[in-house]
């Protein structure tokens, strides 16, 4: 990884906003229909993610205090356009010669395509590939995988990687999950690096047990008069992922580790994407790590889906701060998608500008 950087939509929605606009959605009876809702019949044990968790339920929000949400002109591929410029600009590539784009949007702009070629045709590139490459929540996990695969083969020198997540036009404001989800993008260039930088090792597993967590839906747009998309959580979505995020992170965490001919205590860092409050401190716990070596930045910018990896990785980079030959344990979940864990040794990765501040929702 050469460079890497993040953007996010303009406009900013507090707590306050579902407290002035939808009071209906809070009190007893709603709680129990909150995404997160505490389970029904509590263990005597706790396992870890119960554990964590339970530290959040008396907050309605479990610990979402802002997110990122699109303003009226604004859409995915305009945030995906403006952090890859950032990228290109950071690694100091011309954009003649990116080799091949690989992108990953939940959701693109238009249905049945994602934004690869249109990105092409946004950035003025004539000479390079472009491949939509989908994989939920760990899309970025796997554009880095793909894209470090090939520059290793020689197949391409330069691959320019680009992830959004648009939730917020997807997800109906009075649905509890919008209270844990934002929008953002990251971009990241892949090119040669010094020996023994970059990517060590990784592993990946499907998620396919939690393929009926959340649901896709298309549904008409009176007010726009088009389809729309619709994004929902499943009554079962909590129990699934309490259920399925220790022995994915486990598994690939093990593995990742295992073929790197490495040990936890090896590691320096561990960034994960963190789709709740607690899932930091979760896979901590879990992998006997640290907390204070980890990052967390849900507060600030919510679930923003596949963006979380080069959100949390460049947030690290920031403020821990990561630095060059330390060894990073990256983990990513996705339902429907995949899970997987990667051991990074960091070397010069140049840094995007920091995300401009934003306007309130109000």
Same mark, same amino acid.
């Given at each position: ?12 929605k507090?707590n ?26 509590p263990?005597?044990e ?18 979402a205090?802002?997110?990122r ?10 945030l ?16 003649a ?6 992108s ?23 000479h ?37 997540c ?8 009075? %649905? +509890?999950? &919008?209270?844990?989800?934002?929008? !953002?993008?990251?971009?990241?260039? @892949?090119?040669?690096?010094p #020996? ?42 909590s129990k ?12 690939t ?10 040990g ?30 980890t990052? %967390? +930045?849900? &507060?600030?910018?919510?679930?923003? !889906?596949?963006?979380?990896?080069? @959100?949390?990785l460049?947030? #690290? ?26 051991i ?18 109000l």
């Amino acid at each position: 990884m050469r460079s890497l950087a993040i953007t996010f939509p303009g406009g900013l929605k507090t707590n306050d906003y579902w407290r002035r606009h939808h009071p209906q959605m809070f009190g007893g009876a709603v709680e129990k229909r909150n995404v997160w809702a505490a389970p029904e019949a509590p263990r005597d044990e706790p396992d870890a993610f119960g554990a964590e968790m339970a530290k959040f339920l008396d907050d309605p929000f479990r610990g979402a205090r802002e997110r990122r949400v699109l303003l009226p002109k604004e859409n995915a591929l305009l945030l995906e356009t403006r952090v890859a410029t950032m990228a290109l600009e950071a690694a100091k590539v011309a954009r003649a010669e990116v080799d091949l784009i690989l992108s990953c949007s939940l959701f693109p702009d238009v249905m049945g395509i994602g934004h690869a070629t249109f990105l092409a045709g946004e950035l003025g590139l004539t000479h390079s590939a472009a491949w939509n490459l989908e994989t939920a929540c760990s899309g970025a996990f796997a554009v880095f995988e793909t894209a470090c695969a090939l520059v290793r083969a020689g197949q391409y020198r330069n691959v320019l990687g680009v992830v959004s997540c648009t939730y917020s036009r997807t997800i109906e404001e009075h %649905d +509890t999950m &919008s209270w844990f989800s934002g929008d !953002g993008a990251g971009a990241f260039v @892949v090119s040669d690096v010094p #020996a023994g930088e970059g990517l060590v090792a990784s592993a990946m597993l499907h998620s396919a047990e939690t393929c009926n967590a959340f649901v896709i839906d298309v549904t008409d747009d009176r007010a726009r008069g088009k389809q729309v998309v619709r994004f929902r959580a499943e009554k079962s979505a909590s129990k699934i992922l309490r259920q399925v995020s220790e022995p994915y992170l486990r598994k690939t965490a093990d593995l990742a580790l295992r073929k790197a001919g490495l040990g936890i205590s090896d590691i320096n860092w561990l960034v994960v994407n963190t789709p709740t409050a607690w899932y930091a401190p979760f896979c901590a716990r879990v992998l006997g790590f640290d907390p204070a070596r980890t990052i %967390d +930045t849900f &507060s600030r910018y919510a679930n923003c !889906g596949p963006a979380l990896m080069p @959100v949390n990785l460049y947030t #690290a980079a920031a403020e821990l701060p990561i630095r060059r030959g330390d060894l990073v344990l990256v983990h990513t979940v996705g339902s429907s998608s995949s899970s997987g864990s990667a051991i990074v040794r960091w070397g010069d990765v140049a840094l995007g500008p920091p995300p401009a501040p934003p306007v309130e929702v109000l």
